[in-house]
């Protein structure tokens, strides 16, 4: 049975736009083959400079008849909106697909943990390009073979409470595709797929939490046995998702 241990990468410095991430996290931990890194989402947001000031934004008439409606300041609505391709349902609050794909609260836009009353925070424009990134970079730096997951916090549609999940990918295979395997009685699996990446990503939350300044978490000793892939592959495809 695998024994997983999860590690919070302390000290790291506030981070501003241009920051290398991979040095940083190198300078507070030792890493090791075969280690998991899992990276918040606003830390390399931040590196990445998806940074907006709401004095900037002129609402559309849009985003203001949508701000009466959820009693959010309309600038952040147009924000959300200027981040996504689609609105889901803006009862109470406003559930888009982001252009990334993902479908979630607010197209992840933030104001939590980010300096300035007037600045907001974006997802990674492309997160599995992030993960793969700062996984070369750590690789060029200590000569380690780790994984990277970039997560945030999405809430989920049938059940209460957020949890973090895995945006981008680097160096791990995000699902584990357990159909044709034989449960303990001998049953064919036909449905079984594991969503292993976003499972390593709220282990990971537990250590780092929301307010400990904790962004990077190591989980140690988690045996990866496929492919290498992308957060992209936890998306579910539109035709099978109910929610949509």
């Given at each position: 049975?695998t024994?997983l241990?999860l590690?919070?990468?302390e000290?790291?410095?506030?981070?501003?736009?241009?920051d290398d991430?991979?040095?940083?996290?190198v300078e507070?931990?030792a890493?090791?083959?075969?280690?998991?890194?899992?990276?918040a989402?606003?830390?390399?947001?931040?590196?990445?400079?998806?940074?907006r000031?709401?004095a900037?934004?002129t609402p559309?008439e849009?985003?203001a008849?949508?701000?009466e409606?959820?009693d959010r300041?309309?600038r952040?609505v147009?924000?959300?909106?200027?981040?996504?391709v689609r609105?889901?349902?803006?009862?109470?609050v406003?559930?888009v697909?982001t252009?990334?794909?993902?479908v979630?609260?607010?197209?992840g836009?933030?104001?939590s943990n980010?300096?300035?009353?007037?600045?907001v925070?974006l997802?990674p424009?492309?997160?599995?390009?992030?993960?793969?990134?700062i996984?070369?970079?750590?690789r060029?730096?200590?000569?380690r073979?780790?994984?990277?997951?970039?997560?945030?916090?999405?809430?989920?549609?049938?059940?209460?409470g957020?949890?973090?999940?895995?945006?981008?990918?680097?160096?791990?295979?995000?699902?584990?595709d357990l159909?044709?395997s034989?449960?303990d009685?001998?049953?064919?699996?036909?449905?079984?797929?594991?969503a292993?990446?976003?499972?390593?990503?709220?282990a990971?939350?537990l250590?780092?939490?929301?307010?400990?300044?904790?962004?990077?978490?190591i989980?140690?000793?988690y045996?990866?046995e496929?492919?290498?892939?992308?957060?992209r592959?936890?998306?579910?495809?539109?035709?099978?998702?109910?929610?949509?």
């Amino acid at each position: 049975m695998t024994a997983l241990t999860l590690l919070p990468v302390e000290g790291m410095p506030e981070i501003e736009k241009g920051d290398d991430l991979g040095e940083l996290i190198v300078e507070c931990a030792a890493v090791e083959d075969g280690d998991v890194l899992v990276v918040a989402q606003k830390v390399v947001s931040k590196s990445e400079g998806r940074v907006r000031q709401l004095a900037e934004v002129t609402p559309s008439e849009q985003a203001a008849t949508i701000s009466e409606g959820t009693d959010r300041d309309p600038r952040m609505v147009q924000v959300v909106l200027d981040e996504s391709v689609r609105i889901v349902r803006q009862e109470r609050v406003l559930i888009v697909e982001t252009r990334q794909g993902f479908v979630c609260a607010n197209a992840g836009v933030d104001q939590s943990n980010v300096p300035g009353e007037d600045s907001v925070l974006l997802l990674p424009e492309d997160a599995d390009r992030s993960a793969a990134e700062i996984q070369a970079r750590v690789r060029e730096l200590t000569g380690r073979e780790v994984a990277i997951i970039v997560s945030d916090t999405f809430g989920r549609p049938w059940r209460t409470g957020i949890v973090n999940v895995a945006l981008g990918v680097a160096g791990l295979a995000p699902l584990a595709d357990l159909r044709g395997s034989f449960d303990d009685h001998g049953r064919e699996l036909h449905a079984t797929i594991i969503a292993v990446a976003d499972e390593l990503a709220s282990a990971a939350e537990l250590v780092s939490g929301k307010t400990r300044r904790v962004p990077v978490v190591i989980v140690r000793g988690y045996v990866d046995e496929g492919p290498a892939g992308t957060g992209r592959e936890l998306l579910r495809d539109a035709e099978s998702d109910l929610f949509r």
